[in-house]
């Protein structure tokens, strides 16, 4: 048992007047224990479950952060543009947005993806589809960087990230409740991308997110309540995009782009997919979902923030994008 851990369970479980949040340092001290491996199963599950209880506030997701990074970061060569987290996985539409992802590979943008998923829920995640789409994943940080090298995409899955904090993760499992630690793996950029996307699901965490990032120095991103909770914009919804552009944080608010429901929740065949991107069928939601995604990246990435003008710019890259790279099915 951690008897230093102890002191920041008692900060945060002293009663409705005793308790208060982790300072940004203590959080830190706190996830660097945690990273030890010093810190006992059940300190664990009343920690995070004590934050759980009404969420984890800028302070702490910024220094839970910045201790994931020092552990983290890897010895590679290479820098990515963009840092894409995929943890949570589509449920009522596919993920169109790994889609977008390629195509910005495609046109030169070097994409880190990373993510984890939970087989035994109902969800689709990126390393099923990247695997129906005949793509591997990355095993480790230097085959990442081979990969990014060679194609400028690479997805790294959590537990070649981290071993500790897939634990945590699976957390889920045996609490029944996620935790923190969904922020803290959107937030970390593990190889320090120029850029990063984050897609929210619950009311808020938007503001968690760009907050912490501003208070982390981190340069450029983008957060935004995704479809699913992933970083991808639904056609069907206005959504309030927060950027984070030299220190400072906007928000634009982008009106939705289709007028009518055409989202397939009862079909999430994988073959949509293969097949908007070869062009042999136009799939109503998905083109409005990659134009509308891939937009929003590029106002990240070029600093316009206006709508129409990027949506242009994406259907440029679309057009131009490999419709062979992935064969048949």
Do not use: C
């Not at 390393?127 to 790294?156: H, M, R, W």
């Not at 897939?166 to 045996?174: A, N, V």
């Not at 630690?181 to 991308?193: E, G, K």
């Amino acid at each position: 048992m951690s008897a230093e851990f102890v002191e920041f369970i008692k900060i945060l479980g002293k009663g409705r007047h005793g308790s208060r949040s982790l300072t940004e340092q203590e959080a830190e001290k706190a996830m660097d224990l945690i990273l030890q491996d010093v810190v006992k199963p059940e300190q664990m599950g009343a920690f995070w479950m004590l934050i759980r209880i009404r969420e984890e506030t800028v302070a702490e997701a910024a220094g839970f952060t910045r201790a994931i990074r020092k552990k983290m970061a890897p010895e590679i060569d290479i820098q990515p543009d963009l840092d894409w987290p995929a943890y949570a996985g589509k449920r009522n539409e596919l993920p169109w947005f790994l889609l977008v992802a390629i195509a910005l590979s495609q046109s030169g943008v070097k994409v880190f993806m990373h993510g984890h998923s939970f087989p035994e829920e109902s969800r689709i995640y990126v390393d099923k589809v990247l695997s129906f789409l005949g793509l591997e994943p990355a095993q480790s940080f230097a085959q990442a960087q081979t990969q990014i090298e060679s194609q400028n995409f690479a997805y790294l899955p959590l537990d070649k990230i981290s071993t500790q904090l897939t634990d945590l993760m699976e957390l889920k499992r045996l609490l029944g409740l996620r935790s923190p630690v969904n922020t803290l793996v959107r937030l970390m950029n593990p190889l320090a991308a120029e850029h990063s996307v984050h897609g929210v699901f619950h009311k808020g965490y938007d503001e968690i997110h760009i907050e912490a990032a501003k208070v982390l120095e981190d340069k450029s991103v983008l957060v935004f309540r995704g479809g699913n909770g992933e970083a991808e914009v639904n056609p069907e919804r206005d959504v309030s995009l927060a950027f984070l552009k030299d220190k400072q944080v906007s928000w634009s608010q982008w009106p939705k782009s289709s007028k009518q429901h055409v989202r397939q929740k009862d079909n999430l065949d994988l073959t949509r997919l293969l097949d908007h991107w070869s062009g042999e069928t136009l799939d109503s939601f998905g083109e409005q979902a990659i134009m509308q995604t891939m937009a929003s990246v590029l106002a990240l990435m070029s600093g316009e923030l206006d709508q129409e003008k990027n949506v242009v710019k994406a259907k440029a890259i679309w057009q131009q994008r490999n419709k062979l790279a992935f064969g048949s099915k």
